[in-house]
């Protein structure tokens, strides 16, 4: 900026007496140097240092006036001074160009319908979080994991050889060995941490070739639609990373469990809406039921869905709106399958519940969720109702530091990996190996 302001001040020069140029040119580096420049101006030079947008031009309004035809130049090819512009009629192509294309409006489109839909995508950050997204899919919510999937983990032959110390090379290599940062960032260490557990659990193929049975999928499309007494929801959107499986997930829960959900109480949200933040749109197909694979793909079933919680760069959601998400898209995969084996037919009863998992991570906090999906009859709050477990903010280490925390000469977090909590790998074990075992 100072080396501008000298090239003007030089150029205006000869306008000026040197004596004056002098004690301007005094002020300004008593007065801060360059920094000054801007605000105090004394020479109107050619080229501005601040320059102010011009405000945009208003368009000259036409007067029709009745009876009086406006001389225009189009006749002529050309421009005429003093003649006014002529108006030419909208030309239509006769040939589609995607560059050019102008939706037609809402009412007009095939697909309008007067009763609105309320989606919810990848980025809805609901108001009430969970207890919302529970009201919307009618669960019933049981904090912690069945004890039946934890005891899976407890068995050593479900375990890996050295698990522990394999398990800290992967945060290490996630939080220190995988980049030259000092401080990498969260949507770095939080997808290579979750590769890293994932390429560890593995390796019990040898032992329990189940596991080859699966495969991992990531951007595929989900597309679920329910009504919720009288209102349309769908879900919409891609979710992150799926893990699917050749076999259904066994149940998690017995049948007499299954009916005694029907003594439990959805819970309230009044005066919330259970519609708020939810997208409200009125193009949308009704029936509108998709798995994002084709029909005769060969892992059909959705096992366990993983979310990182800074995948999204331009959408941050708080953990309890994360939460949420999971439950979410977790219940639209176990829906789509439903509709998939008993057709878009609301079923008070499903005749075997299906099981879908699903893991949430920071790099650091863990949420462990899985669903039962009893019924797929939503439209009402008595009745069966389906089933969440919900295991959150589980810590699977306290600290990774880079250089240790100092605070008055003394060290409250030492460098390295501090605070490993081998339980938490065991739960996300267990998931990993349900329907293996």
Known sequence: MFSETAQCLKTAAPLFSQTVLLKDLRRLFTHGGASHVQARRHFGVSRSLTAKVPP???PRERVGVPGLEMVTYGERMHFVPGLSKPVNPH???????????????????PLFKEKPCFVYN???????????????????????????????????????????????????????WDTKEERPGKEKYSNTLLLNLLHLCATLQSSHPAIGRRILSEKYSLAATWKRGEDVFQIRGQNGLLHNCMDALPEVSGKQEVDETADHVLESLYPVSPTIDLQQVHVYKEELNCTGFRGDYP??????????EGADAGCKLQPEQFRAKMLMFTFGNALVRAHTLYRSQPQRVLDRPITVQAVGTNGRIFQFMVLQLNTTDLSGDDGIKNQVWLDEDVELYDFAKVRPLIKKKQVKVPAGLTGYKPEVFSKFLALYLHGAV
């Open 56 to 58: 945009p031009r208003k």
């Open 91 to 109: 030309w239509e192509r006769d040939y589609k160009d995607p560059r050019y294309y102008k939706s037609p409006p809402a009412h007009e489109m």
């Open 122 to 176: 990848q980025r809805t950050s609901a108001l009430e979080g969970v207890r919302q997204a529970l009201w919307l899919t009618k669960a019933k919510l049981i904090p912690g994991l069945p004890p039946q999937l934890l005891s899976l983990a407890e068995s050593p032959a479900n375990q890996i050889a050295d698990q522990d110390e394999r398990v800290q090379n992967a945060i290490k290599h996630a939080r220190f």
């Open 299 to 308: 892992y059909p079933h959705a096992h366990t869905l993983y979310f990182l």
